[in-house]
């Protein structure tokens, strides 16, 4: 901090007496614990391959990621795990990702992004509509996705706490 702070401010001030502070001792259990927290991920899709990659690709960028092939496995997922994001597919075997959304927007706040072949403008405008937070279509470039993610997680921990997603 003092050649940063001081040399500046020397010039514009005169001359200063820098003083260091001892930097205080970190508890290494609770910064390892705190470390250890990552962002849960679920990842709503029909698609085996996608599931597979995003998983990895999101490991591999510090998140805990999991997968669903379906809106059962997806319900599933929630209660098994605490999850901080949803990634949905519209179009699943069994309910449709618009559905999904309204259902888990109905029971909680958790953020839902939208990730979809259906591009359309109205396919997105009802997707925000039944409580998604973002839309992206397929073809996607996970490091879109991955900003998406991470800007979708820092809005939501920035509410105040009464307005934050229910933990599991």
């Given at each position: 901090?003092?050649?940063?702070?001081?040399?500046?401010?020397?010039?514009?001030?005169?001359p200063l007496q820098c003083v260091t502070l001892p930097t205080p001792k970190l508890d290494r259990t609770s910064y390892k614990t705190a470390m250890d927290n990552k962002d849960r991920i679920l990842i709503v899709d029909d698609d085996p391959e996608i599931r597979r990659l995003?998983?990895?690709?999101?490991?591999?960028?510090?998140?805990?990621?999991?997968?669903?092939?379906?809106?059962?496995?997806?319900?599933?997922?929630?209660?098994?795990?605490?999850?901080?994001?949803?990634?949905?597919?519209?179009?699943?075997?069994?309910?449709?990702?618009?559905?999904?959304?309204?259902?888990?927007?109905?029971?909680?706040?958790?953020?839902?992004?939208?990730?979809?072949?259906?591009?359309?403008?109205?396919?997105?405008?009802?997707?925000?509509?039944?409580?998604?937070?973002?839309?992206?279509?397929?073809?996607?470039?996970?490091?879109?996705?991955?900003?998406?993610?991470?800007?979708?997680?820092?809005?939501?921990?920035?509410?105040?706490?009464?307005?934050?997603?229910?933990?599991?």
């Open positions: 901090l003092c050649p940063l702070f001081c040399i500046p401010a020397l010039r514009t001030h005169g995003l998983v990895d690709y999101l490991a591999k960028n510090g998140f805990e990621a999991f997968a669903a092939k379906d809106g059962r496995e997806m319900w599933q997922g929630l209660e098994r795990h605490a999850i901080d994001l949803v990634v949905l597919d519209l179009m699943l075997p069994d309910t449709d990702g618009l559905t999904l959304c309204r259902d888990l927007r109905a029971r909680s706040s958790m953020p839902v992004l939208m990730l979809t072949a259906r591009g359309e403008e109205a396919d997105r405008i009802v997707g925000i509509e039944m409580g998604a937070d973002d839309y992206l279509v397929k073809p996607f470039s996970p490091r879109e996705l991955l900003a998406r993610i991470k800007t979708i997680l820092r809005r939501t921990r920035a509410l105040p706490p009464n307005l934050r997603p229910e933990s599991h």
